[in-house]
C-alpha cells in the first residue's frame, strides 16, 4: 500500500459525459501528479501541482482539468468524454528525504468510455 | 522523451538473480537515477534510487558506473511475483522544480520463468 489514494476503482460512463477522479495524497505530502495509461500505451504525463499550484503540464488535453485542494487532495475532472479517453488514470504524490523525493503511486482508477 | 534505454525484455529463471541494464549517456550531474515496475495494470511500485553511489534496500541493489552513463538493477533472487515491466527514469531533484516528474519510457518486461 503506497499511501495514495485514488477513487473511484473502476468507473463505467458514456460519450459525452464528464468525470471527476479524485486523488488524497500520502500523509504530508505536497506534490500530486497525474497519469494517463491508455490500453498497451504507456505512463504518460499529464500534470503537476505542489501546494495547490500547477508546476508542470504534460500531454492534457484542453477537455481535461485538475486542481489541488487546501487539504492537498486532488481532482482529474474530464470532460466531453471519448471513447480514446478509456484509459487507466494514475495519481502519485511525492515525499522529501535526505536523498531527494520520492514519487509513490496509488493503485489508479479505470475509466471505461462507451 | 525518455533520456534512458533499456531491453524491451528479459527473461530470468526463478530463484536467479535478474540482472536489468540501463543506459543514460545524457545524465546530468545532479540527476538521480529511479528505478520502478509496474505489475500488470497495477500502479507503477518505486523499486530504489541512486545518484552515484551504489545502493540497496530490501527489494533490489543498483549499481551505477562510476562515469554515471549507465547502471545495474539487481534483483537477487527473483520470484514469479517479479514479473513486471521495469522503468529507468532519471530526474533531477527537488520537490517543487517544474520538470521534476518521472518521464517513464517503454522499459524492460522481465519475465521471470519457473
Known amino acids: 500500500d503506497s499511501g495514495v489514494t485514488q477513487t473511484p476503482k473502476h468507473l463505467i460512463t458514456a460519450t459525452g459525459q464528464r468525470v471527476t477522479l479524485r486523488c488524497s495524497p500520502r500523509s504530508g505530502d505536497l506534490s500530486v501528479y497525474w497519469y494517463q495509461q491508455s490500453l498497451d500505451q504507456g505512463l504518460q504525463f499529464l500534470i503537476h501541482?505542489?501546494?495547490?499550484?500547477?508546476?508542470a503540464k504534460g500531454n492534457i488535453l484542453e477537455r481535461f482539468s485538475a486542481q489541488q485542494f487546501p487539504d492537498l487532495h486532488s481532482e482529474l475532472n474530464l470532460s466531453s468524454l471519448e471513447l480514446g479517453d478509456s484509459a487507466l488514470y494514475f495519481c502519485?504524490?511525492?515525499?522529501?528525504?535526505?536523498?531527494?523525493?520520492?514519487?509513490?503511486f496509488g493503485e489508479g482508477s479505470w475509466l471505461t468510455v462507451v | 522523451d525518455a533520456k534512458t534505454t533499456q531491453p524491451p525484455s528479459m527473461d530470468c529463471a526463478e530463484g536467479r538473480a535478474a540482472n536489468l541494464p540501463c543506459n543514460h549517456s545524457t545524465i546530468s550531474g545532479n540527476e538521480y537515477v529511479y528505478w520502478y515496475r509496474q505489475i500488470h495494470s497495477q500502479g507503477p511500485q518505486y523499486i530504489i534510487h541512486?545518484?552515484?553511489n551504489n545502493e540497496t534496500n530490501e527489494m533490489a541493489s543498483l549499481i551505477i558506473t562510476e562515469d554515471r552513463k549507465s547502471s545495474t538493477l539487481i534483483l537477487p533472487h527473483a520470484t514469479l511475483r517479479d514479473t513486471a515491466v521495469y522503468y529507468c527514469?532519471?530526474?533531477?531533484?527537488?520537490?517543487?522544480?517544474?520538470?521534476?516528474?518521472?518521464?517513464f519510457g517503454g522499459g524492460t518486461r522481465l519475465m521471470v520463468k519457473p
Open positions: 527514469i532519471v530526474r533531477p531533484p527537488g520537490p517543487n522544480n517544474a520538470g521534476n516528474m518521472l518521464t
Open positions: 541512486g545518484l552515484k
Open positions: 501541482y505542489y501546494n495547490g499550484e500547477e508546476r
Open positions: 502519485a504524490s511525492s515525499v522529501m528525504s535526505a536523498s531527494g523525493n520520492t514519487i509513490y
